[in-house]
């Protein structure tokens, strides 16, 4: 999974600003969904990987921190956000 090649992104004081160009979605994420779009934006996005970082971020159990990382991915790839490697 990366970010798809029509979205741009910087990094803000409170998260991350997306900009998609070819369908103009503008979206801002904030943290600690910020730290969520930084792996994959990386290249280091991993579930177990990602699910540790959300549970340390949120300060919530292993099951919820997971719920909430593929909730979110699925709401990115809906938004034409992600795309598959």
């Not at 934006?41 to 177990?48: E, L, Q, R, W």
């Not at 949120?58 to 790839?77: D, I, N, Q």
């Amino acid at each position: 999974m990366k970010p798809s090649i029509q979205v741009t992104w910087f990094v803000e004081m409170q998260g991350v600003t997306l900009y998609s160009r070819d369908t103009k979605v503008r979206r801002s994420i904030p943290y600690p969904y910020a730290g969520l779009w930084a792996l994959i934006a990386d290249g280091n996005y991993n579930p177990s990987r990602a699910t540790e970082m959300m549970s340390i971020l949120m300060s919530v159990a292993g099951p919820e921190a997971e719920y909430e990382v593929g909730e979110t991915l699925a709401e990115w790839r809906r938004a034409g956000l992600l795309c598959e490697d």
